[in-house]
């Protein structure tokens, strides 16, 4: 618990420095988080020591996670296009390697790209907003951390109906409640305090998408980590676990936020 604590305390003082620094200080960052992501991911899959796979796969999620309009490069392709040309090569490579590398492989490779790409490059996104990029970027992890909180708590005191016992055997019903109650808390504080950027009913709206969909990443993670039979998917944060640990929920919401258009473009 000791060690959990001053690991905690050390990775969330150096995130929330960048964080606030912005700019490359914080694209740096989660680029660096991408690639260890990405690792964790491999090794899970028992993929890593495929060097064509890596090496394509990584190219993959750095292209995609990349803030390419922020830096004033355009792509040579559209986003769809991109991710069909991205879908051509892992299947060309099945063939190119002649079955070595095998259909199931090169899609569970294709969906980490998109999965870690897109949900890293929306974290940097974010941030990046101009002028308040990190209002928008606390507004979101705030309220994931605080819908964390209102389950772990709202389970403790009062669960008694189990949520998903196949995949998350401890969650239940009212702490996935508790959650969403924490998580309106939070963005009405927000509202409150620069209501010309967030209204009441935004905020409601948000506080509840935020804390729904927060919660299905989590699952998900929750879900491939026990078909592998993994507690944890990396050992980069001692007593927290590694990345993929950290930020299943992140890699979920942002985009979805996005795909909403619940935060500004």
């Not at 899970?44 to 996670?65: A, C, D, E, K």
């Not at 507004?139 to 998350?168: E, Q, R």
Request: charged letters at 10%; a positive charge; proline letters at 3%.
């Amino acid at each position: 618990m000791k060690q959990r604590i001053i690991t905690g305390l050390i990775a969330g003082c150096f995130f929330l420095l960048l964080l606030w620094l912005g700019s490359y200080w914080f694209t740096g960052l989660i680029i660096g988080l991408a690639i260890v992501g990405y690792d964790e991911y491999l090794r899970m899959l028992q993929l890593r020591n495929n060097r064509t796979l890596y090496l394509f796969g990584l190219i993959g999620v750095l292209v995609i996670s990349a803030p390419w309009d922020q830096w004033g490069i355009t792509l040579a392709v559209p986003w769809d296009k991109l991710i069909w040309l991205l879908m051509l090569l892992f299947l060309t490579i099945t063939v190119w390697t002649k079955n070595k590398v095998n259909l199931d492989q090169a899609a569970l490779i294709f969906i980490g790209v998109v999965y870690l790409g897109f949900g890293f490059h929306y974290m940097i996104a974010t941030r990046l907003l101009e002028p308040h990029g990190l209002f928008w970027t606390l507004l979101v992890l705030i309220c994931l951390w605080s819908a964390d909180s209102g389950a772990y708590f709202g389970g403790m005191l009062f669960g008694k109906h189990l949520l998903w016992p196949a995949i998350s055997p401890k969650k239940t019903y009212e702490g996935a409640l508790g959650g969403i109650i924490l998580s309106v808390v939070v963005t009405l504080v927000f509202s409150y305090a620069k209501p010309e950027l967030l209204s009441v009913k935004h905020a409601l709206l948000l506080a509840v998408v935020i804390a729904i969909v927060g919660q299905l990443g989590d699952f998900i993670q929750s879900a491939y980590k026990r078909a592998k039979g993994i507690k944890d998917t990396g050992t980069l944060l001692p007593g927290h676990g590694g990345v993929l640990d950290r930020v299943d929920s992140w890699l979920i919401v942002f985009p979805f936020v996005h795909l909403l258009t619940l935060i500004p473009h």
